[in-house]
């Protein structure tokens, strides 16, 4: 990380002599809360096990965790021949993060605590090409009144979930500047206004990434080492996970699959003009028109207007038409995952998206198309599942990213020992830019220069 260690030095003046006790405790505070937060040592015992640190000198650490508010030893374990030992528990409770998705239909918000489980969420229809200020006023509506119904605890950090990829930046532990990742949002300084309103540091991800992560922690991968995780919608994208960990590659661009080109018949195109929901829907649309699906067409004559949804409806009522259209998509999905799971091995597929997720073709005919052409070892103990999360798992994946974000260990010294993220020096410089670009430009943020 040389980009970030250089600007560390800006901003920290060289010390002279011997360390502080805050300096040399850090690094240990470090490695024993996270010990304790991925549940590797629940015990001292372990805990000294584990660290390779002296009895005293756990126990020293573990008194300053607990005045910090992050450990908790109140629970006594079982008791194995001799006294019960003292459980020690990450505080999970100690703060909370807000976490948003903003898709290009729907707006979701919600609240987890430091471990990202999710607490409450709240979902509602919008439109992402509306004026980037009345959306993002309508974000900051939404979290200020999460926060009030939470008695207000302690707020460690923001996480949102956008449509787009989002460019790998180094920003390892926050997002310092809004990226060019929305449409029509290039000039509004998104992250800028939420660090000014709210006093924490901030995250984006794109929708694949958050419910990639979602899913692995806490829907159908969650026992499982490499997963592949694919959205079908008027986007398609994957997601991919190995040992628990994101995968994002070189610029933060990992699975925009919707780009690899793809054959039906005499037609070719980008897999998302072949089989995302737009084309499902135009395709449905068509068969009505020309009197080839009964359900659709009758659903025209109504005045209304026929989506990939109804489509999907229509071909489980049995509507032969319908059938075919999700059949076809289902086929080029699968047959560009194949190429996916041949060069990745993973031990689980999972599809997600409302198409995906309410009907049992297009999930059928992925599946045939990904084991017919998927190696015999690569497909013999693979499973290929919907999503088990729908709407929810973008919002506990943008918790789990914000939460590793703020306990990875190479930035989580420089907090631990004030207890509170806004501590850190590099959040500190970053806010104190907005806000004098907010004296400056009459309380209109803008991207401060850095």
Not at 83 to 110: C, E, Y
Not at 143 to 151: K, P
Not at 166 to 195: C, K, M, Y
Request: charged residues 20%; glycine residues 10%; hydrophobic residues 45%.
């Amino acid at each position: 990380m040389p980009r970030m260690a250089s600007v560390e030095a800006d901003i920290r003046p060289r010390r002279k002599g011997r360390p502080s006790v805050s300096e040399t405790a850090a690094p240990s505070l470090v490695d024993i809360l996270n010990l304790v937060r991925t549940g590797r040592a629940t015990t001292r015992q372990e805990i000294e096990r584990q660290s390779e640190l002296g009895r005293a000198v756990v126990a020293d650490r573990l008194g300053t965790l607990g005045e910090l508010g992050l450990v908790d030893e109140s629970e006594l374990g079982a008791a194995t021949g001799g006294r019960a030992p003292r459980l020690v528990r990450f505080a999970a409770d100690r703060g909370r993060i807000l976490v948003a998705t903003l898709d290009q239909t729907a707006l979701g918000v919600g609240i987890a605590d430091l471990a990202g489980s999710l607490i409450m969420e709240h979902h509602e229809a919008t439109e992402l090409t509306q004026p980037a200020p009345g959306l993002a006023d309508r974000l900051v509506t939404l979290f200020r009144w999460i926060l009030e119904r939470q008695a207000n605890p302690p707020l460690y950090g923001i996480s949102i979930s956008v449509p787009g990829a989002v460019p790998d930046g180094g920003e390892v532990f926050f997002q310092r500047t809004t990226p060019a990742v929305l449409p029509g949002w290039d000039s509004f300084p998104l992250v800028e206004t939420l660090v000014a309103t709210f006093d924490a540091p901030v995250w984006l991800r794109s929708s694949v990434e958050t419910m990639t992560m979602g899913e692995l922690h806490a829907g159908a991968g969650e026992s499982n080492r490499t997963m592949l995780f694919v959205k079908v919608g008027k986007r398609i994208g994957a997601g991919l996970a190995s040992n628990g960990e994101l995968f994002r590659g070189a610029q933060g661009a990992v699975g925009l699959i919707g780009s690899v080109p793809v054959t039906a018949g005499e037609r070719s195109g980008t897999l998302e003009a072949m089989a995302g929901s737009d084309h499902i829907a135009q395709e449905g649309r068509l068969a009505a028109e020309r009197g080839l699906s009964p359900t659709l067409a009758d659903h025209l004559r109504r005045g209304s207007p026929v989506t990939a949804l109804e489509v999907a409806q229509a071909a489980q009522m049995g509507d032969v038409a319908a059938i075919d259209i999700l059949s076809q998509s289902g086929r080029l999905i699968g047959q560009v995952v194949a190429t996916l799971a041949n060069m990745l091995n993973p031990e689980l597929i999972v599809l997600s998206g409302s198409i995906a997720q309410t009907n049992d073709i297009l999930l059928a005919s992925a599946r045939e198309a990904i084991y017919g052409a998927c190696h015999p070892l690569v497909s013999r103990d693979l499973q290929i599942v919907r999503s088990q999360m729908g709407n929810s798992s973008g919002l506990v994946g943008a918790a789990i990213v914000a939460a590793e974000g703020l306990f990875g260990p190479s930035l989580l010294r420089d907090w631990i020992m004030a207890g509170r993220p806004q501590a850190h020096p590099l959040f500190q410089q970053m806010k104190a830019q907005i806000m004098d670009r907010r004296t400056f430009e009459g309380n209109t943020v803008r991207p401060p220069d850095m």
